[in-house]
């Protein structure tokens, strides 16, 4: 995949997860429910529609088919935090070739929240490795 489509995808997903946090959703609900989806498998795929589709379609799209993930009164992780985890679960994808369900499975809401603030100044190749190692 091109180089300048992968980085596209990476910052549509973490203003994706933005979106989210704008609208007071609990992120670790609405980043469960993402990173388990058909949407986000399409966006692993080395082609899907979904890909040029932009966060605002998909987030309709995941109105319609995942409304559990649109959970309000719960925690809501701050802009930075969101979007950073977006970008580095997409390109966590693109670096190592697993499933966005394979990738939260190692690498939980949670645990990336609670990582933040020593990964996210460091390369993101470095981050992966550390949150790989956990």
């Not at 949407?39 to 890909?51: E, N, T, V, Y």
């Not at 993930?69 to 970008?87: C, H, Q, T």
């Not at 645990?111 to 490795?129: C, F, K, P, S, W």
């Amino acid at each position: 995949m091109d180089k300048t489509l992968e980085r596209a995808l990476c910052e549509m997903q973490g203003n994706l997860f933005v979106m989210s946090g704008n609208d007071g959703y609990d992120s670790k609900t609405f980043i469960s429910h993402f990173m388990k989806s058909d949407i986000a498998k399409g966006l692993d795929s080395r082609f899907d529609f979904m890909q040029w589709a932009g966060k605002e379609y998909i987030y309709e799209k995941m109105h319609d088919e995942i409304p559990e993930a649109f959970k309000k009164n719960g925690k809501v992780y701050d802009n930075e935090v969101l979007y950073w985890i977006g970008y580095i679960y997409r390109k966590w994808h693109f670096l190592k070739n697993m499933s966005s369900k394979e990738i939260y499975k190692k690498a939980s809401a949670d645990m990336m929240n609670r990582n933040y603030m020593g990964y996210h100044t460091v390369d993101v190749e470095l981050a992966l490795e550390w949150l790989m190692e956990e």
